[in-house]
């Protein structure tokens, strides 16, 4: 059984007051559906624009619940799903919907119009946060895609915010640990299964 990964932010974080925004609210609107990032800078914010080099002019676009872009491309989302993860394989197109509007951050990466890589995270927005269903195609592995998208997660303000942030992977824990993620050994992952 795979125990699950996290990452501490080291720091507590104290009450949100009744005015506070809810973490997972998105602050976008419909005229903008999302911000596009390229790669974390060192204050943690995120630049606009693509990036070259190692991983061939690819875009990243964080989303916050409102995920236009995502929803109106959700049979790529669903191929992608399908190609190049074991675990998310089969999902209906309305239950990807539901999945996109229940995260409070979702990381796409694009190249053009085609979608090569995502991620996304829920989060209470203070205690905990976790990251689900990091997935880059195949021939856009070990090119650094998969840390870009999970450290512009790792920024979005809910996760940011959180004190500790979890992931469960099967196959992947030295590329999580290499991202500053250790392995959890007091804990154990217990599942619940439902029928669907």
């Given at each position: ?19 506070s ?25 995120m ?47 309305r ?71 979890y ?10 640990e ?11 992952l ?7």
């Amino acid at each position: 059984m795979t125990a699950p990964l996290q990452v501490s932010h080291g720091r507590g974080r104290g009450f949100r007051g009744p005015t506070s925004r809810p973490p997972c609210t998105s602050v976008s609107t419909p005229s903008v559906p999302s911000n596009e990032i390229a790669a974390p800078q060192a204050n943690g914010t995120m630049a606009a624009g693509a990036e070259g080099g190692a991983t061939g002019g690819i875009q990243l676009v964080r989303h916050g619940r409102l995920n236009l872009k995502l929803l109106l491309g959700i049979n790529q989302v669903r191929g992608l799903f399908d190609a190049h993860s074991f675990w998310a394989q089969g999902r209906s197109r309305r239950a990807l919907v539901r999945m996109l509007l229940g995260s409070c951050s979702v990381v796409s990466a694009w190249q053009g119009d085609r979608l090569v890589g995502i991620g996304r995270a829920t989060s209470d927005g203070v205690f905990r946060a976790v990251l689900w269903d990091v997935v880059v195609a195949e021939e856009h592995q070990g090119r650094g895609l998969g840390r870009r998208i999970v450290q512009a997660l790792l920024a979005s303000p809910a996760v940011a915010a959180s004190e500790r942030v979890y992931l469960m992977t099967t196959n992947s824990s030295g590329f999580y640990e290499r991202l500053g993620f250790s392995g959890e050994h007091g804990q154990q992952l217990l599942v619940l299964y439902r029928e669907r």
